[in-house]
């Protein structure tokens, strides 16, 4: 099992660019989510997702789209980079909660993460 | 507004010699406090408490959680040059979506 991986590992943009990231999970998870971590900010989450075909909104959405048109991938978009948008991006996938043991609940399996730069 | 707070942002020590990191959280739909070790890239999962009082061990590391006074530590006993990363502490949530809240992590730095 590969577990969750992203494409690209690094990417430089130009302010007003456009971008997709991709993540994907090959452990059959319900839940995925884009965090991005930033020195002395910790992880903020982006979006995230509950299932195929959904989306919500986390913490700092502002700036970013996301889609789940298959179960496996959920893909972060910047239609317009600016450069307050250089960060590290990490995707994160995690279990289905219900009727799984109460240890299961709310451990999230990340990837390797990508480092945006917008000049 | 949710908070979870680490403490010390970074710090340096020996090796062989024993840490302990410390997280307190504020946040309403608290279900589990986490810890993840985070060396260059992705954040690793270490453990995950929900009981009060009761010590998670493995290894080196152990932890505790403390749900009436909201906080939580990881000790790290005769520390090595690999254990040096940035440690995150995470709260999850209660409610849909199976939500983390992170910490800003504490940067260990081990020494020869």
């Known amino acids: 099992n590969a577990g969750v991986t992203q494409t690209p590992k690094f990417r430089v943009l130009k302010t007003g660019q456009s971008m997709t990231l991709l993540c994907a999970q090959d452990m059959n998870h319900e839940y995925m989510y884009w965090y991005r971590q930033d020195p002395g900010m910790g992880l903020r989450l982006i979006h995230y997702?509950?299932?195929?075909?959904?989306?919500a909104k986390g913490e700092v959405p502002d700036g970013y789209n996301v889609s789940r048109l298959k179960k496996q991938n959920f893909l972060l978009g910047l239609e317009s980079a600016a450069p307050s948008q250089t960060s590290v991006y990490f995707c994160?996938?995690?279990?289905?909660?219900?009727?799984?043991?109460?240890?299961?609940?709310?451990?999230?399996?990340f990837g390797p993460g990508t480092r945006l730069t917008v000049l | 507004e949710d908070k979870v707070v680490q403490s010390p942002l970074s710090l340096v020590v020996h090796e062989g010699d024993t840490v302990t990191l410390n997280c307190s959280y504020e946040?309403?739909?608290?279900?589990?406090l986490l810890w993840y070790k985070q060396e260059k890239k992705a954040p690793t999962f270490l453990f995950m408490l929900t009981s009060s009082g009761i010590e998670k061990k493995s290894g080196r590391l152990s932890s505790i959680l403390d749900k009436k006074e909201l906080f939580s530590i990881l000790n790290i006993t005769a520390t090595q040059t690999g254990d040096s990363a940035v440690y995150l502490c995470?709260?999850?949530?209660?409610?849909?979506?199976?939500?983390?809240?992170f910490g800003t992590g504490t940067q260990l730095k081990v020494e020869l």
């Open positions: 994160a996938s995690s279990y289905w909660p219900f009727g799984l043991a109460e240890s299961s609940y709310n451990e999230q399996f």
């Open positions: 997702s509950v299932g195929e075909g959904t989306t």
């Open positions: 995470a709260c999850g949530l209660t409610g849909g979506g199976n939500k983390l809240t």
């Open positions: 946040v309403t739909n608290f279900r589990s």
